[in-house]
């Protein structure tokens, strides 16, 4: 495990080698987390989707998830710290914030140029975001958030009341070093009335890279309407629509992911 430096923020990274017999100079795999994901809480996925495409693979944890710094004062007004750290709670930009500042300047750090961005959930909406006004390779979207439905704010509401009346803390903090301020940082903001708003559907008409869209058919995060809204405003994106799986296809159904994400990067 690694930490990089961007702005003062320490970001909390791990690099996994392409598998032996690669084909040299591909575009490393980038993971981008869900909401409340982490580096730990990807298991060994990463590492068997480099295995299955022949890649090697960026993983890291956003401010205020694993291993990275936290966030300050997560739960007060957002406001700007020495060192371009932020403190408070996220405002309805923050993936606008990941995709088009943070993670810039991250692939800047690590020498990478064009990337195959590997996004679950909010990061796959990072992921769309950064496609959409910079170079890639590839997009890999899982569940993404293109807009705010009621199903979300649903579960998200049921999420924080598990948190507040269960052992959810206590088995979050396997992957947290700060499980306050992950979960809150990410419960607040979407259960805020300003973040209703939230619609990218215009914003990933720029993405031109291929794009592949996968979700699950039990999904209770959102409806088939989140990738077939994207497919309608990115003509070359190919879906994935698998049953038995709910909001996480990777651990759902890694086998079927794996192979369709293999042949979707074939000739990338």
């Known amino acids: 495990m690694q930490q990089v430096d961007i702005d003062g923020v320490f970001l909390e990274l791990t690099q996994l080698p392409a598998p032996a017999g690669a ?3 591909l575009a490393p795999l980038v993971f981008l987390h869900e909401g409340l994901g982490s580096v730990a809480m990807w298991r060994d996925w990463p590492a068997s989707l480099c295995a299955a495409t022949g890649r090697a693979g960026i993983v890291y944890s956003r401010q205020g998830y694993g291993k990275s710094s936290p966030v ?11 060192g371009g750290q932020r403190g408070g709670r996220l ?3 923050y993936m606008h914030r990941e995709a088009l500042e943070v993670l810039p300047r991250l692939l800047a750090r690590l020498g990478v140029e064009r990337p195959v ?13 950064h496609a959409a006004a910079h170079p890639v390779a590839a997009c890999v979207a899982m569940a993404p958030h293109v807009m705010v439905e009621d199903i979300s704010v649903q579960s998200i509401a049921e999420a924080r009341q598990a948190f507040e009346a269960t052992d959810l803390p206590q088995r979050l903090a396997r992957y947290h070093d700060d ?38 058919l039990d999904d209770q995060y959102g409806t088939l309407a989140q990738i077939d809204d994207l497919a309608a405003a990115v003509p070359q994106a190919q879906l994935l ?6 909001h996480s296809p990777h651990k759902d159904q890694p086998a079927a992911v794996n192979a369709a994400i293999a042949r979707f990067l074939q000739g990338v």
């Open 117 to 129: 961005l590997v996004g679950h959930s909010d990061g796959a909406t990072i992921a769309l975001i």
């Open 91 to 93: 405002l309805p930009d």
């Open 179 to 216: 499980v306050q301020v992950a979960f809150w940082q990410w419960n607040d903001v979407w259960l805020s009335p300003a973040f209703r708003d939230f619609d990218i559907r215009q914003e990933v008409r720029g993405i031109t890279a291929p794009l592949l869209a996968i979700q699950g």
């Open 72 to 82: 300050p004062d997560v739960r007060a007004p957002s406001h700007a710290l020495p």
């Open 241 to 246: 629509k698998l049953p038995d799986c709910g």
């Open 23 to 25: 084909t040299p100079g």
